[in-house]
């Protein structure tokens, strides 16, 4: 059974619908990263962030997930390959088209967290600063994304997993974001081979054993059925 880590970007929910960030018409043509996605922006201006990860919130609960979804949940349902994601998106498409095996190593919408003490909890449809943590009773409620400056979520596991594969894939990613812009080094220097599939060559597509680029609704289907008539 071989061992796949794949990694997914926003590329991947793009086709659902949720606008990606450094598109032309992307989320931060409206926002500055440091008003919406830092600690500091956070102390600043709570209700600016939250009312921005509300909408957030509220457009990826009305996407569905796409062909490139269900085609990874395929592949892990199947059995014949043993299937880890790691996806940057902080929507849960990959959880409604079926995906079990899976790390959001920059959070999710869908959880709360508190500032103050570091409980989480599911996240209502509308946070804001009044809120209370059920676990301290402060009003620090925060939602829980890894926001620039912070570590993302089980790195070591990540990294393991990483170390250990068969094969590394990394879908609808910009190459731009560490550490998850460098697991394609780090497979390279593990002997793991690479395999890009994206819409266009990412900043670190001459890292990749093999690159196929076009729509993720295309590319990832097509690949599944590769690998599942192997």
Avoid at 73 to 90: F, M, S, W
Avoid at 120 to 139: D, H, I, L, V, Y
Wanted: overall charge negative; aromatic content about 6%; proline content about 6%.
């Amino acid at each position: 059974m071989a061992r796949i880590v794949i990694l997914t970007g926003a590329g991947i929910s793009a086709e659902s619908g949720i606008r990606t960030f450094r598109a032309s018409d992307g989320l931060w043509e409206e926002h500055r990263i440091e008003d919406v996605a830092t600690p500091e922006g956070f102390a600043r201006n709570p209700a600016l962030v939250h009312r921005f990860y509300n909408q957030r919130r509220a457009a990826a609960t009305a996407a569905e997930p796409n062909a490139a979804h269900r085609a990874l949940a395929r592949l892990e349902a199947a059995g014949a390959h043993q299937v880890l994601i790691v996806t940057q998106n902080v929507d849960d498409l990959h959880e409604r088209a079926g995906s079990q095996n899976l790390i959001h190593m920059h959070g999710t919408l869908n959880g709360a967290l508190c500032a103050a003490c570091g409980h989480r909890w599911s996240a209502p449809a509308e946070m804001n600063k009044t809120q209370f943590c059920p676990a301290c009773g402060k009003p620090a409620t925060r939602p829980d994304i890894v926001w620039f400056g912070e570590m993302p979520y089980r790195m070591e596991e990540i990294w393991t997993a990483l170390r250990a594969a068969d094969l590394f894939v990394s879908i609808g990613t910009s190459g731009n974001v560490y550490p998850a812009a460098g697991f394609v080094a780090d497979a390279m220097h593990a002997g793991v081979p690479t395999l890009e599939l994206n819409l266009e060559p990412s900043q670190g597509t001459r890292m990749f054993d093999e690159a196929r680029h076009g729509p993720a609704t295309q590319v990832v289907p097509a690949w599944v059925d590769e690998m599942l008539c192997a």
